[in-house]
């Protein structure tokens, strides 16, 4: 067992491979309920002696139950927690890759088994992965005359004082805090666009990998409406009293209602689609400006961007049915519209598909709305402002015994984090992995481990608009679909993001 001093405590962790150890669960902020609810994050208090850190600590308020995660528990309150994976044998000043994980603002936590540092410690990174407020506790908006006294954005909050533990604690377990790179994914890497925008989070980070980022952003108009609805449905005042008085069961219940709501109305707007709640807030004080406004406007050309998508990231949510299926061409007319995408737009997709399904054709347009062409942009944004940005595309696809396997949304993260041999993600990538996945699992592993060190992955930059790409397949891929990714860019040419929503 090796032990880590810590600016609050003495702190023990556990082996997780051979020269790797792994410490978790370890407080890097207080407890958000009780007088700290809908607060700023505040210190984490001492601790005496050694605290055993070998487990994940609880995570936060939330309905779901994902494969492998645990499950929330309200009698658990000590939810802002980080967990590092550190090389035993390495000596001083590891270059250092941060992980915020997605799940749409409003579910998971860094105790997903895929999330598991130790191949990427293996090497050679200290990683961090981190739990945050999720949810109306972390993303819904508080109405207050002081708007410093709820301040929207807690999410966005805990990530930047988890930045801040990590600058004042990483050396201990061989990190240089001189030298560190945010990643996320979908949701997760929204919030690392939002991190680069973020006065507040400048200098405590250096490079940044954001793997699907999503689009939405959403005014304080839009945050005030969705608290109106949520509380309606908790039986509260949409006040600060009457808020803070709802218990954060009643919230997330409040909010799985909502949603239900949305899904069940077709003639609701665009979230009935996907009724994702919960984004970043455009307040003017903690996101001061969306992240590609800002970003063109050159407020991150200062740090490294890698930017990844999948090819067919939509396809991911019509297999769980989480989202709403489009199968006629008046429905596809119907979400355009809902979207205030152009008839030019969805015909130019019908004419780079011949003879596909509408729902094919739908599920191609959504996935590019929320994740490839906000992510195109991102890259391109950045190096258009003086920054330096990799793309790449993660287009690996199966078909067998569990069939047909897209290159969909979350199926690249196993890869990059070299965990591809847990039961947990054998739906992902369409059962067991093969020898020529595994070599794929070790070039993306390596991409960030060489980005994160010295802030190139190992192939060309995007120049301009020129978004050359690193396409990531393996050896024995099923052959991908004859749709051109550089025509179906140029749709979107007249697109301006972020498409707000509702």
């Given at each position: 067992m090796?032990?880590?001093?810590?600016?609050?405590?003495?702190?023990?962790?556990?082996?997780?491979?051979?020269?790797?150890?792994?410490?978790?669960?370890?407080?890097?902020?207080?407890?958000?309920?009780?007088?700290?609810?809908?607060?700023?994050?505040?210190?984490?208090?001492a601790w005496n002696g050694v605290r055993d850190c070998t487990a994940y600590g609880p995570i936060a308020p939330q309905s779901a139950q994902l494969p492998g995660a645990p499950r929330w528990s309200p009698d658990e309150e000590d939810i802002l927690t980080v967990n590092v994976w550190t090389p035993t044998s390495a000596g001083d000043a590891l270059?250092?890759?941060?992980?915020?994980?997605?799940?749409?603002?409003?579910?998971?936590?860094?105790?997903?088994?895929?999330?598991?540092?130790?191949?990427?410690?293996?090497?050679?990174?200290?990683v961090v992965t981190m739990n945050y407020r999720l949810g109306f506790e972390g993303f819904g908006h508080v109405p207050?005359?002081?708007?410093?006294?709820?301040?929207?954005?807690?999410?966005?909050?805990?990530?930047?004082?988890?930045?801040?533990?990590?600058?004042?604690?990483?050396?201990?377990?061989?990190?240089?805090?001189?030298?560190?790179?945010?990643?996320g994914q979908s949701s997760g890497a929204a919030s690392v666009a939002?991190?680069?925008?973020?006065?507040?989070?400048?200098?405590?980070?250096?490079?940044?990998?954001?793997?699907?980022?999503?689009s939405p952003c959403y005014t304080p108009e839009i945050a005030a409406a969705t608290t109106r609805e949520i509380a309606a449905a908790a039986g509260c005042q949409p006040t600060a009293e009457g808020l803070v008085n709802a218990t954060p069961r009643a919230l997330v219940t409040a909010s799985d209602r909502v949603v239900e709501a949305y899904r069940r109305d077709a003639s609701s707007g665009s979230r009935h689609y996907d009724p994702s709640l919960f984004a970043p807030v455009i307040d003017g004080r903690t996101l001061p400006v969306d992240p590609v406004a800002g970003i063109a406007a050159g407020a991150a050309r200062d740090l490294d961007l890698l930017v990844c998508h999948t090819t067919q990231e939509y396809w991911l949510p019509d297999a769980v049915g989480s989202s709403a299926r489009v199968t006629t061409?008046?429905?596809?007319?119907?979400?355009?519209?809902?979207?205030?995408?152009?008839?030019?737009?969805?015909?130019?997709?019908?004419?780079?598909?011949?003879?596909?399904?509408?729902?094919?054709?739908?599920?191609?347009?959504?996935?590019?709305?929320?994740?490839?062409?906000?992510?195109?942009?991102?890259?391109?944004?950045?190096?258009?402002?003086?920054?330096?940005?990799?793309?790449s595309r993660f287009d690996r696809r199966r078909t067998g015994a569990h069939g047909t396997v897209r290159a969909w949304h979350c199926a690249d993260i196993p890869f990059a984090f070299g965990n591809i041999d847990i039961a947990s993600v054998t739906f992902l990538i369409g059962g067991e992995p093969t020898p020529a996945d595994r070599g794929l699992a070790r070039r993306m592993v390596r991409a960030w481990a060489d980005f994160a060190s010295t802030g190139n992955p190992?192939?060309?930059?995007?120049?301009?608009?020129?978004?050359?790409?690193?396409?990531?397949?393996?050896?024995?891929?099923?052959?991908?679909?004859?749709t051109t990714?550089?025509?179906?860019?140029?749709?979107?040419?007249?697109?301006?993001f972020p498409v707000l929503r509702p």
């Open positions: 090796s032990v880590f001093e810590t600016t609050n405590g003495l702190v023990r962790g556990s082996r997780a491979a051979a020269g790797i150890v792994a410490v978790r669960g370890i407080p890097y902020a207080a407890p958000p309920f009780g007088g700290n609810r809908y607060k700023k994050p505040f210190p984490a208090p270059p250092v890759l941060v992980w915020i994980h997605g799940g749409a603002y409003t579910f998971g936590s860094s105790a997903q088994p895929d999330f598991d540092g130790t191949a990427l410690a293996a090497a050679g990174l200290v207050a005359e002081d708007a410093t006294a709820y301040p929207d954005n807690r999410g966005l909050l805990d990530h930047v004082a988890a930045l801040r533990w990590v600058q004042e604690n990483i050396a201990v377990f061989g990190g240089d805090p001189g030298n560190v790179t945010i990643a939002c991190l680069m925008v973020m006065d507040r989070a400048r200098g405590l980070f250096h490079r940044a990998i954001a793997h699907s980022p999503a061409d008046a429905q596809l007319d119907r979400f355009a519209e809902d979207f205030g995408l152009s008839a030019a737009l969805v015909d130019g997709y019908r004419a780079a598909m011949p003879g596909a399904p509408v729902l094919e054709v739908y599920l191609a347009i959504f996935g590019d709305l929320l994740f490839c062409e906000y992510s195109n942009r991102l890259a391109t944004v950045h190096t258009e402002a003086g920054g330096r940005a990799f793309l190992g192939w060309h930059p995007v120049v301009g608009s020129v978004a050359r790409a690193q396409v990531w397949r393996s050896e024995d891929d099923d052959t991908a679909d004859g990714l550089t025509t179906l860019r140029g749709l979107w040419s007249d697109v301006t």
